[in-house]
């Protein structure tokens, strides 16, 4: 599989304990499964920023975020990141529609 392929088949925890076929997720699920994501990756990265200590040349949280995150996980967070800037974009040309 190439990055941006999206595999229907696999798991996704949508709530801790809770999986779920891709293929089968809804939008609400997908956002659920990838807030999951990103406070594990964020929790991790904090606990590693504060054993590193202070200013000690080690990654930001944001940089350790991502540092291990695996293709899959970055390509959920990217189409997801996608289907919000295009909802975005239909609200704000509907709205200057109705102006």
Same mark, same amino acid.
């Given at each position: 599989? =190439?990055?941006?392929?999206?595999? &229907? %088949? %696999?798991? !996704?925890? =949508?709530s801790?304990?809770? *999986?779920?076929? !891709?293929?089968?997720? =809804?939008?609400? +699920? #997908?956002?659920?499964? @990838?807030? !999951? #994501?990103?406070?594990?990756? @964020? %929790?991790?990265? $904090? @606990?590693? +920023?504060? +054993?590193?200590? &202070?200013?000690?040349?080690?990654?930001? #949280?944001?940089?350790? *975020? *991502?540092?291990?995150? =695996?293709?899959? +996980?970055?390509?959920? @967070?990217? /189409? $997801?990141?996608?289907v919000?800037?295009? %909802?975005?974009?239909?609200?704000? /040309?509907?709205?200057?529609?109705?102006?």
């Amino acid at each position: 599989m =190439t990055m941006g392929e999206v595999d &229907p %088949e %696999e798991q !996704l925890e =949508t709530s801790r304990g809770v *999986f779920k076929r !891709l293929g089968d997720c =809804t939008g609400s +699920e #997908i956002e659920s499964a @990838i807030g !999951l #994501i990103a406070q594990r990756r @964020i %929790e991790r990265a $904090w @606990i590693a +920023e504060q +054993e590193a200590g &202070p200013d000690r040349g080690e990654l930001m #949280i944001a940089r350790r *975020f *991502f540092a291990n995150a =695996t293709d899959a +996980e970055r390509d959920l @967070i990217a /189409y $997801w990141q996608m289907v919000k800037l295009v %909802e975005d974009a239909h609200l704000r /040309y509907g709205r200057e529609g109705d102006a």
